[in-house]
């Protein structure tokens, strides 16, 4: 590329590199100022010049521009590597730094975790305040436990084998979970009462919000694993032993007893009107049948308050069974014609 001798190029190299390491500076100071200072394009000689002049070359100003273009890529290169060179330096110090500080963090979190104590501060408040009823209960009779809990000890334990796993809760570092049975205890006795959250929170000792998840923990646990176990219509030996139960009551032909009841809720934030009742109060309607020993074997529920009965009965799964017959034949000629009329209004 440029017509010099190479021990010309040799000799400018390490010319540049002792200007660029000089421990002092003064000499890549001289040299360097007296060099960017002039102006190439107006004489390119002259930085030629100085830079012959201070390596002390005879070399003939036609190379000066290519002497001078070497000196400036070399010192340009120099000047990079000594950038990078910095950079790596700076990072290999944070990251130094980031060792330390993570090790001085896990020192000081070993010791803290050696010098305290085994038992945990208290993340929870205990509930103390009243009589514990679950306590207590522990003592009652039969007579007495199912005065309060409406069902027998031997019911409530066989409730609490097949929904147990359910509303059971995980152990953790917070606090001890309240055990399944009395969960159990504390939805019986909201279903039997349908008492404030604070008066069951102070006779379970608990809170108030867990009163409220509790009910809704067991409901949900019901539903899932106890609704189509229990509630079914009766068939085969089953039903014969309905018809003749209610055979022997004066009700012949007869499988099961049908009725509504208005369940009081908030007012809903959608059309709270429809969901008012004849009493004056909101309310969804319950639609049930039982056997002759009064145990559900249909429910249905979920209408507004407003809505007549025979609304809510044309549009149950129970009546949609009964209209898929081959006789038609399941419910008295006097329901289904109050239906009919009911639907030939609504078409209307």
């Known amino acids: 590329m440029f017509n010099i001798e190479r021990k010309t190029f040799r000799v400018l190299k390490m010319f540049c590199h002792v200007v ?3 421990p002092t500076g003064d000499m890549r100071f001289v040299y360097r100022r007296e060099i960017m200072e002039a102006n190439p394009e107006d004489e390119p000689a002259l930085p030629a010049a100085v830079l012959c002049s201070g390596l002390g070359l005879g070399v003939p100003p036609v190379f000066g521009e290519q002497m001078l273009e070497l000196y400036r890529v070399l010192t340009a290169a120099l000047r990079r590597r000594r950038e990078r060179e910095m950079m790596e330096r700076e990072r290999r110090r944070r990251q130094y730094l980031r060792r330390r500080r993570a090790f ?3 020192s000081i979190a070993a010791a803290l975790s050696l010098l305290s104590s085994t038992s945990r501060l208290v993340w ?3 509930r103390s305040t009243g009589q514990n009823l679950w306590e207590a209960a522990e003592a009652f ?3 007495e436990w199912k005065a309060q809990f409406r069902v027998s000890r031997a019911t409530f334990d066989y409730l609490v084998e097949l929904i147990g796993s359910a509303i059971k809760r995980r152990r953790t570092n917070y606090r001890v979970p309240i055990e399944p049975r009395r969960r159990l205890a504390i939805a019986l ?3 039997a009462r349908s008492g404030e959250y604070r008066s069951i929170a102070d006779m379970f000792c608990v809170g108030i919000a867990t009163v409220c998840v509790i009910v809704r923990q067991v409901s949900s646990a019901i539903v899932e694993r106890l609704f189509h176990r229990f509630v079914s219509l009766p ?6 032993d309905t018809l003749r139960a209610f055979k022997d009551r004066c009700y012949p032909q007869c499988a099961g007893a049908i009725g509504g009841t208005h369940i009081p809720i908030a007012p809903p934030r959608d059309n709270p009107d429809h969901y008012i009742n004849k009493r004056g109060w909101h309310s969804v309607i319950l639609q049930a049948v039982v056997d002759h020993n009064v145990c559900f074997t249909d429910v249905y529920a979920g209408w507004p308050g407003s809505s007549s009965s025979a609304a809510v009965l044309s549009s149950s799964d129970l009546y949609l069974k009964a209209e898929d017959r081959p006789d038609g034949y399941l419910f008295p ?3 289904r014609a109050q239906v009919f009329r009911w639907r ?3 078409q209307r």
């Open 20 to 22: 660029m390491t000089s």
């Open 104 to 106: 001085l963090l896990s």
């Open 124 to 126: 929870v408040r205990t």
């Open 141 to 143: 009779d039969d007579e």
């Open 189 to 191: 006795w909201w279903f």
């Open 235 to 240: 068939s085969g030996p089953r039903l014969d």
């Open 333 to 335: 000629r006097e329901v």
């Open 344 to 346: 030939l209004l609504v």
